[in-house]
């Protein structure tokens, strides 16, 4: 074989590179890496590393964006919302932190059992603040109910384009006449979007998440980078987004 002759490993690794960025992830390496979590642990130490302290500065953002977003669309009623459902929701870090405070009951998301576990015993289940729990993949997940908010936070990166795509197709679906999509997550510095091989995830560009949004005719409302967190985490920007159906 002459020396400009790509061998076969150099060939697929070419391959590789150029194939969509999303068609990397793995489900089950997803999976793999959350069960190695304890199930003390929150979405947090897993999205801040070394900083889970700051989970309140991410919660409180999440408060002050959905007070934004209901200020501008009137049409939501005042008070608490009455039906919301966390995605991906952990051991219940959000649904406790935030959506408890803001809805009167919320169910749950959650692909691992153990952490789905936490939020069965939680005191907020007792309490009937938690509703109905599925211990099933986002991309698997089909709503049975109607919400007036349905919440995902750093799980969507797990999901391929298509999958994401599909994912919110169902979601517009399953949401009131006055209800929202809301949708936190890292964005990539530029417009690329980045794969990670810690666990199985894909940190998107702006453009990409807005070209799903059309894709699953959904409009962004409002869009907002959270503030607050220190120069020297050197964290990726976190964006929120507000969403309804185009039509």
């Known amino acids: 074989m002459s020396s400009d002759t790509e061998t076969w490993e150099e060939l697929q690794n070419k391959i590789l590179s150029d194939a969509p960025v999303d068609s990397k992830i793995n489900h089950e390496a997803s999976l793999k890496y959350w069960n190695s979590l304890p199930s003390t642990a929150s979405t947090m130490l897993g999205m801040l590393g070394d900083y889970p302290w700051y989970t309140g500065k991410d919660l409180q953002g999440s408060r002050d964006f959905l007070s934004k977003v209901r200020r501008q669309l009137?049409?939501?009623?005042?008070g608490k919302l009455k039906l919301a459902v966390d995605c991906g929701a952990g051991v219940g870090r959000?649904?406790?932190?935030?959506l408890s405070h803001a809805c009167e009951v919320v169910d749950a998301v959650e692909p691992i059992k153990k952490f789905a576990q936490v939020m069965q015993d939680h005191q907020l289940k007792r309490d009937g603040v938690i509703g109905?729990?599925?211990t099933v993949g986002l991309e698997n997940w089909v709503p049975e109910k109607k919400y007036d908010l349905i919440w995902a936070q750093w799980c969507v990166g797990h999901l391929t384009d298509a999958q994401l795509t599909d994912t919110l197709l169902r979601c517009r679906e399953a949401l009131t006449e006055t209800g929202i999509v809301g949708l936190k997550e890292n964005i990539s510095l530029n417009d690329d979007d980045e794969y990670d091989d810690e666990d199985s995830a894909v940190t998107r560009a702006d453009v990409k998440f807005r070209q799903i949004f059309a894709a699953a005719n959904m409009v962004v409302i409002k869009s907002e980078i959270q503030t607050g967190y220190p120069?020297?985490?050197?964290?990726?920007?976190?964006?929120?987004?507000?969403?309804?159906?185009?039509?």
């Open 74 to 78: 009137p049409d939501i009623p005042r």
């Open 94 to 98: 959000v649904t406790e932190g935030f």
């Open 132 to 134: 109905d729990i599925y």
């Open 231 to 247: 120069e020297e985490m050197n964290l990726l920007p976190v964006m929120s987004y507000a969403l309804r159906p185009s039509d």
